[in-house]
């Protein structure tokens, strides 16, 4: 069973930084890509960066791009967002997400969510 914990949301004020954090567990974590979401009140989930399984190759929404860093540690099983640059409008619930087949992008495992709050 894999099993996706995410850590390190909080309230931050507009301008500031945070840096989540997902743990997985259940598989081997190596082969596997994984990728960050949000979900804003009212609004439907949406993608914001996801990386390759050896960590080599990222990929960011516009909204997020050259804030925002994606990296993992496959030592840890570990992967992070380090988020520069908050803007009140990356206010949501962060989730991890990982996929079931090895050397995909398509996500099927998700967290449980993480609130990032940023204030103006």
């Known amino acids: 069973q894999v099993q996706l914990v995410e850590s390190g949301g909080g309230l931050v004020q507009a301008g500031g930084s945070l840096r989540l954090s997902c743990s997985a567990s259940g598989r081997t974590f190596s082969t596997y890509a994984m990728g960050w979401f949000r979900q804003a009140p009212g609004k439907e989930r949406t993608f914001v960066a996801r990386i390759s399984w050896t960590g080599t190759n990222t990929y960011y929404a516009d909204s997020v791009k050259g804030r925002f860093t994606i990296s993992r540690d496959n030592a840890k099983n570990t992967v992070y967002l380090q988020m520069n640059s908050l803007k009140p409008e990356d206010t949501a619930v962060y989730y991890c997400?990982?996929?079931?087949?090895?050397?995909?992008?398509?996500?099927?495992?998700w967290g449980q969510g993480t609130q990032v709050t940023v204030s103006s």
């Open positions: 997400a990982a996929p079931k087949r090895e050397y995909r992008y398509e996500y099927d495992y």
